[in-house]
């Protein structure tokens, strides 16, 4: 067994046994956060990391999920989770619909363009009354059945989350040793040198997005659950869509457990800082956000993976003058 696969088994393992390994209610809660950060960060990277395409407008795909969840409990007093599936549905028509002019561009000019699709979101969910306008919707006040999914405690989240994560890496894995894996790669490396190839590029930049908006949707009803509440900012802001590109690629975009391995810092990070500062813990967030950006950018493009691998290399070069 590869010194990677081990140490990714021992992180699951430990992620698995973090509510029973803490009494303390925040640090529970913290650990689902992470859960739920990394699930939409990996449904991000299924799109932004594997094929290149810097998408910052998935908050239209998380604000559609979340919505879509309160929406059959305040209409029709459905169980919130009961919305995730129409939340699927509706992300894949917007996929389509956003991604085919889009694709088109190319570097920032397709990710403003995801800017301008999540703010128009924003706005309409922002003045439409069915998503309660500006004020937003509110879940359930108690639970009325356990098909509710409404907890005091976050561990029955967390092992919730962790389920859906674990969903979604075996479809990664999957996907990166499919012919749609070599397919993005070769996307990613650029659009006339994958045609040169006889790839089909708008076809499986559609594919990657489906997968990555119904993955985010299905984080945004997940996120529903557990707050009970949305609004226009909380779910299609900007900073929704920033956050899960931070969290890829802190961990490394393109990589299998780099999201998850970005989660596990940016999150703990995030709250403990909010909960020292109080309401002052929101203009550090953006200062954080600021400063990891900047950091990554400018020393580890390839993020926390990329120091990995590095640091591999250096050991085996190191063992390799050893036994000469």
């Known amino acids: 067994m590869t010194p990677s696969r081990l140490l990714a ?13 803490v009494q303390d209610v925040f640090l529970q809660r913290v650990g689902a956060l992470v859960l739920l950060a990394a699930i939409s960060a990996s449904a991000w990277n299924l799109l932004g990391g594997y094929a290149g395409q810097v998408s910052v407008g998935h908050a239209v795909y998380f604000g559609v999920g979340a919505y879509a ?14 919305g995730a599936p129409i939340g699927v549905a509706v992300s894949a028509v917007l996929a389509v619909v956003v991604g085919l002019p889009t694709f088109r ?36 006040p108690r ?12 561990t029955p989240y967390h092992y919730l989350f962790l389920v859906v994560l674990l969903a ?9 040793r499919s012919r749609m894996g070599y397919y993005l790669a070769a996307i990613r490396g650029g659009d006339r040198a994958a045609r040169s190839l006889g790839v089909p590029v708008l076809r499986y930049k559609l594919y990657a997005l489906l997968l990555s908006a119904a993955f985010t949707s299905i984080a ?3 996120y529903a659950v557990m707050v009970g509440f949305v609004d226009p900012d909380s779910v299609l802001g900007i900073l929704v869509s920033v956050k899960m590109i931070i969290v890829a ?35 550090i967030t953006f200062i954080i956000y600021g400063a990891i950006i900047v950091f990554v950018a400018r020393f580890q493009p390839g993020g926390v993976a990329a120091l990995w691998d590095a640091s ?13």
């Open 168 to 176: 979604l890496l075996a479809l990664t894995a999957l996907l990166q």
């Open 249 to 283: 690629a802190l961990g490394g975009a393109g990589t299998l457990y780099g999201p998850l391995v970005g989660a596990a810092i940016l999150v703990p990070l995030e709250e403990t800082t909010n909960a020292l500062l109080g309401g002052g813990g929101t203009g």
């Open 105 to 140: 561009l190319r570097g920032h000019y397709f990710s403003m363009a995801t800017i301008a699709a999540a703010e128009l979101a924003r706005i309409l969910a922002a003045n439409w009354t069915l998503t309660g306008a500006a004020v937003g919707l509110m879940g359930p």
């Open 220 to 222: 945004g009803t997940l």
């Open 9 to 21: 088994i021992l992180g699951l393992l430990a992620i698995a046994v973090w509510p029973l390994l």
């Open 312 to 324: 591999r290399r250096q050991v085996a070069a190191w063992r390799a003058r050893r036994a000469a």
């Open 143 to 154: 639970p009325r059945t356990i098909a509710d999914l409404s907890f005091i405690s976050p």
């Open 69 to 82: 969840g309160l929406i059959v409990y305040t209409e029709w007093g459905w169980p919130p989770i009961a």
